[in-house]
């Protein structure tokens, strides 16, 4: 109801856009919209507004962050019998708060460390499994942690019922500027995008 522009118009020097990041990122492998597949952001939310959300069995939670350990944490305690989180690198190399991982396998989440989904195994388009394939951690990236680079032929599969993708999120700038991002800022401005 309102846009960039028609606030520069009504006197505002700035706006701060403090929208949040709600979308979750997908996994980019096959089959990732089989039933029983969860976006992280999606599952958290949905159990936030205490609308029904059904996990059971056995649970794979993709990620290292701390969405990733909410989502773990949250799935043990909505009943799931087993939750196994899968992160491409080590341990020491995970984004989430140490206390948060240490609280997490207390209550009984088990980490698959050096691991990431190549694709989810369907039949009739529910999940029954997740393929990995195992990692060795390369040289530092750009966020200081040592690059995961796959094993070739190291593949093997995790039966699960539930796959709960927890690996980022972001803000999709479609929803935010429309389909005429010139309506949206004022003449002669453009809104500065970058990876962040």
């Not at 609308?51 to 989502?71: F, L, Q, S, W, Y």
């Not at 699960?160 to 309506?183: F, K, N, W």
């Amino acid at each position: 109801d309102f846009t960039v522009a028609g606030l520069k118009n009504q006197g505002f020097d700035a706006v701060f856009l403090a929208l949040g990041a709600w979308e979750s990122s997908t996994m980019r492998v096959k089959n990732e919209n089989a039933l029983g597949v969860i976006p992280g952001i999606e599952f958290l939310k949905n159990v936030g507004l205490r609308r029904p959300v059904e996990v059971r069995g056995k649970v794979m939670v993709v990620g290292g962050g701390n969405t990733a350990i909410d989502c773990a944490r949250t799935a043990l305690r909505l009943g799931a019998a087993e939750v196994t989180l899968l992160y491409r690198r080590t341990r020491k190399e995970m984004p989430a708060n140490a206390v948060e991982i240490e609280e997490a396998e207390r209550e009984g989440v088990k980490l698959e460390l050096l691991g990431a989904p190549t694709q989810v195994i369907a039949h009739e388009g529910r999940l029954t499994a997740l393929e990995c394939q195992r990692m060795e951690l390369g040289e530092p990236d750009a966020s200081g942690r040592r690059s995961p680079k796959p094993v070739r032929g190291s593949e093997f599969q995790i039966p699960c019922d539930y796959v709960i993708a927890a690996i980022g999120q972001s803000t999709t700038m479609r929803q935010l500027v429309g389909s005429s991002p010139a309506e949206f800022v004022p003449p002669g401005e453009s809104l500065k995008l970058t990876r962040w």
